[in-house]
Nanobody, 123 residues
Framework: VQLQASGGGLVQAGASLRLSCAGS????????MAWFRQAPGKDRAFVAA????????SYADSVKGRFTISRDNAKNTVYLEMSSLKPEDTAVYYC?????????????????WGQGTQVTVSS
């Protein structure tokens, strides 16, 4: 089982960026997919999650209205569209997978994690 995150980079405040996370080695379409982020010196924090079929999504208050999570089960890929980026969005972004659409904010419930992709937003 492998999750491969990509798409990070260095952008200016106000810019947009799209992260991708490709899954392989397991049944991607049956899992809840989520994005977390970890800034230097801080705990890993929930960003967004999407149900297996894509019909339900959840967002952290700090990103509501700016970030959009989506998935393409045919491609085993989940996306995080980020717009109006702020310097405080700077972090390593991780994708993660779990079986059930509950306790989305709890990192301990996620079975699989990607390796992380760095997003840096300059002011």
């Amino acid at each position: 089982v492998q999750l491969q995150a990509s798409g990070g980079g260095l952008v200016q405040a106000g810019a947009s960026l799209r992260l991708s996370c490709a899954g392989s080695g397991y049944i991607f379409s049956g899992d809840v997919m989520a994005w977390f982020r970890q800034a230097p010196g801080k705990d890993r924090a929930f960003v967004a999650a999407i149900s297996p079929g894509g019909g339900s999504t959840s967002y952290a208050d700090s990103v509501k209205g700016r970030f959009t999570i989506s998935r393409d089960n045919a491609k085993n890929t989940v996306y995080l569209e980020m717009s109006s980026l702020k310097p405080e969005d700077t972090a390593v972004y991780y994708c993660a997978a779990k079986r059930f659409y509950v306790n989305l904010y709890d990192t301990h419930g996620y079975e699989y994690w990607g390796q992380g992709t760095q997003v840096t937003v300059s002011s």
